[in-house]
């Protein structure tokens, strides 16, 4: 008597199944055990710091082959069905940056300059699509050659920009076919950016502009930066400047800035203050930026003074055709208004020369107390606490924060604070430097995930001028959650040359004057919005934590990801830190923005994962 199993397949199959189904079933068992296998063999990789970086070997590809499989095994078994991948944008959007579309701000009601200013509510409900490369668009060239040669089609300017522009740091470019190259120094004349520098650094009563640091000059806001001509020599002199500029649809500083590898973002000074904290940068430098100071109740020198700390300098360079001529011009014009305005402000003129001004701000809280009737007012106290492009106000901001100490009496070094001043920041030591401890081995375990690819078996670039590996393609580094900035003096410790832009979430903990004040570029930032930069300005995107800090916003994970697209360059890096139900649901979104992506287990018994993913170069 047969049995019931028996019974049930002669009824489907017949009294004998057919051979074809006895193969499929035995091939869909060794499938089943080989997977099993290598999933319950260390299917995914430790992250467990390694000494020698290239022990990846084809054994490692398959391994992280399997657990590519695996997921995607699993996500079917669930019965989650492959989403279609988004389209290409049009043409038209290559340069696209959301919240700057003057048109528009102008439809919805903007006027007397707000139209020019970030506007992203009118930028919502945008279309989901992927900004594709101009069609000439080229990965940069490798550092410091990308500092002082850059493609032409990576960037929108015209040649009529070029001979147009005014700006001294303008000047200081050849356009060469397909290449815009700048200048070196050895190259420089009298107006040169290596004679500029040392002619503030004597004005400053120091021997030579090496001596930036020793001042206590650490971190420089460069506004109308031109093309970061000044701040790539100050770079050179390990200061960190960075660039802001209005936007520009075309010739944008911004851009060819960050095309250079050097720290921008787009920041205008017009109704609102810049997203930095109170006391941020010790020196403030415009030169020829075109901004008329004393308009608007000369809220924009406060916004000046406010992000200034105490003894730091503001460096002014006025229009001129001839840059060491009279400065009869800037006398009458500039200097009188400013020399009523700057005492009200605890502001005295250290020094001029030719048309270069250079005032400072006091050391002394107690010289606010002490002006004459009819000063400038002080803020409330706590007023300038998370500055997320608030009004422009027209008090004095800074006077009673904890932070209040002169450039000259930092006792710890450049990138470091001691105990005393991370007590400040209400930041004990000890986490700290557990942080920057975790962040060491993390860094290491990164780049060896990203090494081996990058320098041997990464796809050959589009041109015959590429340098042969090994070369190192990551320049522009963005930490979208920085806390601490502890991978940032990760990368300094081990001398990569990269910079990275420190982001602080509006709703995380406010870390960005600690990170301001230990000398990295940073900003606060609502990852709800778009980021202020163009497309394709960063090679590496790194978060910790922020997918699961974003669950509970009221933005989409979706949408988040289509931000992170924008801004990365084809062939750059994700790399993605969080709990396993966010980064498999970010896994699952990276497939239809057509990321390449893979998953890796820590391996430290927590419920951890790590995303690694790289955007194609797309040319369509």
């Not at 982001?503 to 600690?514: D, E, F, G, Q, W």
Request: hydrophobic share 40%; proline share 6%.
């Amino acid at each position: 008597m047969r049995s019931s199993w028996s019974n049930k397949l002669s009824l489907i199959f017949g009294p004998r199944p057919p051979l074809n189904w006895l193969l499929l079933c035995l091939v869909s068992v060794l499938a089943l055990i080989a997977v099993l296998g290598s999933s319950s063999s260390n299917t995914f990789d430790s992250l467990t710091p390694i000494s020698v970086p290239d022990i990846y070997t084809n054994y490692r590809r398959l391994k992280e082959q399997a657990a590519v499989d695996y997921l995607e095994l699993r996500s079917l078994s669930l019965g989650a069905s492959r989403q279609r991948e988004l389209g290409l944008c049009g043409r038209e959007r290559e340069n696209y940056v959301p919240c700057y579309n003057v048109s528009a701000n102008l439809f919805a009601g903007f006027k007397d300059g707000e139209e020019f200013d970030r506007q992203c509510e009118v930028s919502r409900n945008r279309e989901r699509c992927l900004v594709r490369p101009p069609k000439d668009y080229k990965i940069p060239l490798r550092w410091p050659a990308g500092r002082d040669v850059i493609w032409s089609g990576n960037v929108k300017i015209t040649k009529d920009q070029f001979l147009s522009s005014g700006s001294m740091t303008k000047r200081l470019m050849l356009l060469e076919e397909n290449q815009i190259a700048f200048h070196s120094e050895d190259g420089l004349i009298f107006d040169g950016v290596k004679d500029y520098s040392l002619q503030i650094a004597k004005m400053l009563g120091l021997s030579d502009d090496s001596q930036f640091l020793q001042a206590g000059v650490q971190t420089v806001l460069d506004i109308g930066c031109g093309f970061g001509s000044f701040g790539a020599h100050l770079v050179s002199l390990n200061v960190m400047a960075i660039c802001i500029a209005a936007y520009e649809a075309t010739g944008s500083q911004v851009q060819l800035t960050l095309e250079r590898g050097l720290p921008a973002m787009i920041g205008n000074f017009i109704t609102r203050q810049l997203p930095y904290p109170a006391l941020s940068f010790e020196m403030v430098h415009c030169a020829q930026c075109g901004i008329v100071w004393d308009k608007k109740d000369w809220t924009l020198l406060l916004e000046v003074d406010r992000v200034l700390k105490p003894g730091g300098y503001f460096v002014l360079t006025s229009s001129t055709s001839q840059p060491y001529g009279s400065s009869l011009s800037m006398k009458n014009s500039m200097l009188t208004p400013m020399e009523e305005m700057t005492p009200k402000i605890c502001w005295t003129l250290k020094a001029q020369q030719y048309e270069t001004f250079i005032w400072q701000k006091t050391v002394d809280s107690d010289c606010y107390t002490s002006r004459k009737q009819g000063a400038i007012p002080l803020c409330n106290e706590g007023h300038d606490v998370r500055s997320y492009y608030k009004p422009l106000v027209s008090c004095i901001s800074g006077t009673t924060n904890k932070r209040w100490t002169p450039i000259r009496n930092r006792s710890s070094s450049p990138h470091q604070l001691n105990s005393a001043e991370l007590e400040i920041h209400g930041v004990q030591p000890d986490d700290f430097f557990e942080d920057l401890q975790i962040w060491r081995s993390a860094l290491r375990n990164y780049w060896s995930l990203l090494t081996p690819l990058i320098f041997s078996d990464h796809p050959k670039r589009p041109g015959d001028e590429d340098p042969l590996p090994p070369f190192n393609m990551i320049r522009n580094v963005m930490d979208m959650s920085a806390h601490y900035g502890g991978l940032n003096a990760a990368f300094l410790e081990e001398r990569k040359s990269v910079w990275v832009m420190n982001v602080v979430p509006v709703n995380a903990l406010y870390t960005l004057p600690l990170i301001l004040d230990l000398g990295f570029a940073g900003v606060l930032h609502d990852w709800c919005e778009p980021f202020p930069t163009y497309p394709r300005t960063y090679d590496l995107l790194h978060a910790n934590g922020l997918l699961s800090h974003l669950s509970s916003e009221r933005c989409s994970m979706m949408d988040l990801l289509l931000e992170m697209d924008r801004i990365l360059r084809p062939e750059g890096w994700v790399v993605l830190c969080d709990k396993v139900g966010a980064i498999e649901m970010a896994r699952m979104f990276a497939t239809q923005i057509r990321w390449e992506a893979r998953v890796i287990d820590l391996q430290n018994g927590s419920d951890q994962r790590l995303l690694v993913c790289q955007k194609p170069f797309v040319k369509k």
